[in-house]
């Protein structure tokens, strides 16, 4: 089966600097989409950045960018001149893509990134 | 977020209540998905649909029934409520690039 792991429970990290959390998966397809949702204190999920496996280049968002490493299935998120508003809980997301309703979203546990002013 | 909104945003019951919570989408999206939230866990599904009255399990179904019957209404009961059942409670949709979309989650608390 699937799995996603975050092995950072919390971050932190000074305004205007860059941080970045850390995402292993494991799988054994070749063909899948990696996201990571960000969580503020509001409880609504927002998509940050999505990367498919088939393209090499990684994927960037403004300040958010990713370093996907498909061999060491690695996917980790950089966010750049942190703000304030980036302070949340940050959720690393696996799916295969095969279509359908089957490819469901497997989560890892999440990383609460605290911005210090 | 805009095309899906669960009912309602807070809600306390007693053990042993059954419970239903309200997805509804504007997106005439096939698939629906229901999931929850605890500390430590991330988010996990519990159902998910693919047409009305097309539904199946998740990894954590035990103790949760779900019925679809039009397209844009995705219900999740708890027939019998614990306290383990004491959640944060997500319904999304799949989006076109391949993500999800959620709605902005029911907590539930059993005492």
């Known amino acids: 089966a699937q799995t996603v792991t975050q092995s950072q429970p919390e971050m932190s990290v000074q305004e205007a600097e860059t941080v970045t959390l850390s995402c292993t998966y494991d799988?054994?397809?070749?063909?899948?989409?990696l996201f990571w949702y960000k969580q503020p204190p509001s409880r609504q999920m927002i998509l940050v950045i999505r990367?498919?496996?088939?393209?090499?280049q990684n994927a960037t968002e403004n300040r958010f960018s990713v370093n996907f490493q498909k061999a060491a299935k690695s996917f980790s998120l950089k966010i750049s001149d942190s703000q304030l508003g980036d302070a949340a809980m940050y959720f690393c997301?696996?799916?295969?893509?095969?279509?359908?309703?089957?490819?469901?979203?497997?989560f890892g546990t999440g990383t609460l990134l605290a911005v210090q002013p | 977020d805009a095309g899906i909104t669960q009912s309602p945003r807070h809600k306390v019951t007693e053990t042993g209540t059954p419970v239903t919570l309200r997805c509804h989408q504007t997106?005439?999206?096939?698939?629906m998905y229901w999931y929850r939230q605890d500390p430590g866990h991330g988010l996990r599904l519990i159902h998910y649909?693919?047409?009305?009255?097309?539904?199946d399990k998740g990894e954590v179904s035990d103790g949760y029934s779900v019925s679809r019957s039009k397209t844009e209404d995705f219900l999740l009961t708890l027939e019998s409520a614990t306290s383990s059942q004491t959640s944060v409670y997500f319904c999304?949709?799949?989006?076109?690039?391949?993500?999800?979309?959620f709605g902005s989650g029911t907590r539930l608390t059993v005492v």
């Open positions: 999304a949709i799949s989006d076109p690039r391949g993500g999800y979309t």
């Open positions: 799988t054994s397809e070749s063909d899948y989409y």
């Open positions: 990367q498919e496996a088939y393209k090499q």
């Open positions: 997301a696996y799916r295969e893509n095969y279509g359908g309703a089957t490819n469901k979203l497997i």
């Open positions: 997106e005439n999206h096939r698939y």
């Open positions: 649909s693919y047409g009305v009255k097309d539904t």
